[in-house]
């Protein structure tokens, strides 16, 4: 039964050239969340929504963008991608008890 | 701000070992706290939770006390198998949907 789904497990892009990652959930929940996470490290949040509210990071770059078109999808463009944007990203939902509920994860490959 | 504080890695164990990886938190208000796992090459996966003072969360032979007097949220496993290798991260989050705030995770190795 998968909770939240994320396509495709794995993106290989060039140098600038644009890349969309997709994000869905099965569990209606209100908040969605995108992260970046570089070699085990601790995720990074990128982004988040509470509904249709965006919440932007500070220190997230202009090179991220969102998008969440309904209450299941949830989108991550990156405009131009560069050599150190390669790293897992994550999509998570919020449950009843803040707990968030991950995706497997996104590996994305910049060339 | 509200921060999490776990040991450092790695951790290398035999089969069967006790395990223990410490994590302090600060924060406002009345936290709840999380510990998630990640195993290689994928996402995380929520392992137990503490909503309140005194709760203990338990999964798959691990637990963990949220101890407010000592603002910790030790995980344990009284004997640990190969396939708990992984990377443990402590996480906490305030009230309303608050996104998380993670330790640094700790990569627990464990050798036949």
């Known amino acids: 039964d998968a909770m939240v789904i994320q396509n495709p497990r794995y993106q290989v892009t060039q140098f600038g050239k644009p890349v969309t990652l997709s994000c869905s959930q099965t569990?209606?929940?209100?908040?969605m969340y995108w992260y970046q996470q570089k070699s085990s490290q601790a995720p990074k949040l990128l982004f988040h929504y509470y509904d249709k509210d965006f919440n932007n990071e500070a220190d997230t770059p202009d090179n991220f963008q969102s998008r969440r078109p309904n209450t299941s999808f949830c989108f991550l463009d990156i405009r131009s991608p560069g050599l150190g944007d390669a790293a897992m990203y994550l999509c998570a939902t919020s449950g009843l008890y803040n707990e968030q509920f991950f995706g497997p994860g996104t590996r994305l490959t910049v060339l | 701000g509200d921060s999490v504080t776990q040991m450092e890695g790695p951790v290398t164990l035999s089969e069967e070992a006790f395990l223990t990886i410490n994590c302090t938190y600060t924060a406002t208000g009345y936290p709840s706290l999380f510990w998630y796992v990640q195993y290689p090459g994928e996402g995380l996966q929520l392992l137990l939770k503490?909503?309140?003072?005194?709760d203990k969360g338990s999964n798959k032979g691990f637990e963990a006390t949220y101890r407010k007097e000592t603002t910790s949220f030790h995980l344990e496993k009284g004997s640990v198998q190969v396939s708990d290798s992984a990377v443990y991260f402590c996480?906490?989050?305030?009230?309303?949907?608050?996104?998380?705030?993670f330790g640094k995770g700790t990569r627990l190795s464990v050798i036949a």
């Open positions: 996480a906490l989050t305030n009230s309303g949907n608050t996104p998380l705030v």
């Open positions: 503490a909503t309140k003072a005194d």
């Open positions: 569990l209606n929940h209100n908040v």
